[in-house]
Nanobody, 114 residues
């Protein structure tokens, strides 16, 4: 059974940094594409960043140059380093595991104050 547990969210001021972490269990982590998505009330969940099993990364244009996704296959973790945060980054952030189907964590709230 796939389990994804996020941590690291919180309240931060404009221009600050946060590091989100997702601990995975219950599946063969190294072969999965992992990712971070975010959602605000009334809007669809949107891509933030993904990292393939080979380590290739993809970022939403809104976060390029500010966010960095990384994975540690030995620890079964995927992290999202978020720098120069803006109020528009405020959202619930979800960890995603994808191998033909999507699995999701419970989400962690990130709030950026101006």
């Amino acid at each position: 059974q796939v389990q994804l547990v996020e941590s690291g969210g919180g309240l931060v001021q404009l221009g600050g940094s946060l590091r989100l972490s997702c601990v995975a269990s219950g599946f063969e982590f190294p072969i999965y594409q992992m990712g971070w998505y975010r959602q605000t009330p009334g809007k669809q969940r949107e891509l933030v960043a993904t990292i393939t099993s080979a380590g290739n990364t993809n970022y939403a244009n809104a976060v390029k140059g500010r966010f960095v996704i990384s994975r540690n296959n030995a620890k079964k973790t995927v992290d999202l380093q978020m720098n120069n945060l803006k109020p528009e980054d405020t959202a619930v952030y979800y960890c995603n595991a994808r191998y033909y189907v999507d699995d999701w964590g419970q989400g962690t709230q990130v709030t950026v104050s101006s």
